[in-house]
């Protein structure tokens, strides 16, 4: 069955034995594995074989390194390949590199074979969310088409939203959030604002303040969207759809009460709309919108940081702060010349 496929994996690395490492403990797992001196050897092997869908690889490397290995992979039309990164720990400026040119994951050296084992079964599992994916994207590309906004925003707050959830279940064991549904909270984010294709255009593009009537207009959009996704919810049951029913309709709750549609607060609020909200708010302060100019990472966190414990979780905000060098490679990677002009309340 598909859901217990393992997919091949590259492993691309100017030390043998780091190869050799990898190597032996992929193939005892399971997995079939290549192997690549460089990035040079690395696309060579890409080019002939089509089922390589994993790929790990070392940054620092003769004739190709890590860096354009990454940027001409996903320079290329074709199935998506998931690409881990191998870093030094103390090479911050290197890591935020390689994951603003596209790079997925990360791993430092030296390298726990623990950690490659979670590695992998975590990439395993967003490659087979391929075809929910696609889907999602499209239902929520509905909502752009009316809105003016890119591509890109869906796929920053999905990354987002990932990075946050990740760290909120790696610090906070116990919630029991697995590291599987963190990765599908971060699959349904993109319909997070499905409701707003109930808005009239009149509201949704206005450049000035709303009024209150049309302010009470654009608030409904949580209420038509998280109905419509729990109605889909309550006739299949699929567990992503209820942590997308709970992103659309309370992602604007507050943590201390004030927000809408039904007025939350605290543990109230399921958790994956904490984390959508502010995943959300990162992106509205750092992109340009029809009313605003973008802020720049060091305002938007200054903001956030304000906002701890009043409209955000506290601990959401401590995960923000702990992976911002993250958000930041994620904002430069998917950062765009001309920003959506659409209202994002």
Not at 46 to 57: F, N, S, V
Not at 107 to 113: D, E, H, R, S, V
Not at 139 to 156: D, N, P, W
Not at 264 to 273: F, K, V
Request: proline share 4%; glycine share 6%.
């Amino acid at each position: 069955m598909e859901s217990n496929k393992l997919y091949k994996v590259l492993v691309v690395d100017d030390d043998p034995m780091v190869r050799i490492l990898l190597r032996t403990r992929l193939e005892g797992d399971g997995y079939a594995v290549e192997e690549a001196e460089n990035g040079m050897s690395a696309l060579e092997r890409l080019a002939g074989d089509h089922e390589i869908r994993i790929i790990i690889t070392d940054l620092l490397m003769p004739e190709m390194n890590g860096f354009e290995l990454i940027s001409r992979i996903r320079g290329q039309d074709g199935r998506y390949a998931y690409i881990i990164v191998l870093s030094q720990m103390s090479d911050r400026k290197s890591l935020i590199h390689a994951l603003s040119n596209g790079a997925d994951d990360y791993m430092t050296k030296p390298i726990f074979l623990d950690e490659v084992r979670l590695r992998l079964a975590g990439a395993a599992r967003l490659l087979r969310l391929e075809g929910q994916d696609a889907l999602i994207f499209s239902m929520a590309k509905m909502m752009e088409f009316r809105s003016e906004e890119t591509g890109y925003h869906l796929e920053r707050v999905r990354r987002f939203t990932r990075i946050a959830a990740r760290d909120f279940a790696i610090s906070h064991p116990e919630y029991r959030l697995s590291l599987s549904i963190a990765d599908e909270i971060a699959l349904v984010s993109p319909l997070h604002d499905i409701g707003k294709i109930a808005v009239p255009d009149c509201i949704l593009h206005k450049p000035g303040k709303l009024d209150a009537e049309e302010w009470a207009r654009m608030q409904m959009h949580t209420t038509i969207g998280g109905n419509l996704l729990e109605e889909l919810y309550q006739k299949n049951g699929t567990p992503y759809l209820r942590f997308a029913y709970e992103i659309a309709k309370f992602h604007h709750e507050w943590w201390d009460g004030s927000g809408y549609p039904c007025g939350l607060a605290g543990e109230e609020i399921p958790l994956a709309s904490r984390i959508m909200a502010l995943a959300d708010v990162y992106d509205a302060l750092t992109s340009r919108r029809s009313y605003k100019d973008e802020f720049s990472h060091e305002t938007a966190r200054r903001i956030i940081l304000e906002k701890s414990g009043t409209q955000f979780d506290p601990r959401i905000v401590e995960g923000f702060v702990r992976r911002e060098f993250e958000w930041q490679a994620i904002r430069e990677r998917f950062r765009e010349e001309l920003q959506p002009l659409s209202r994002s309340p």
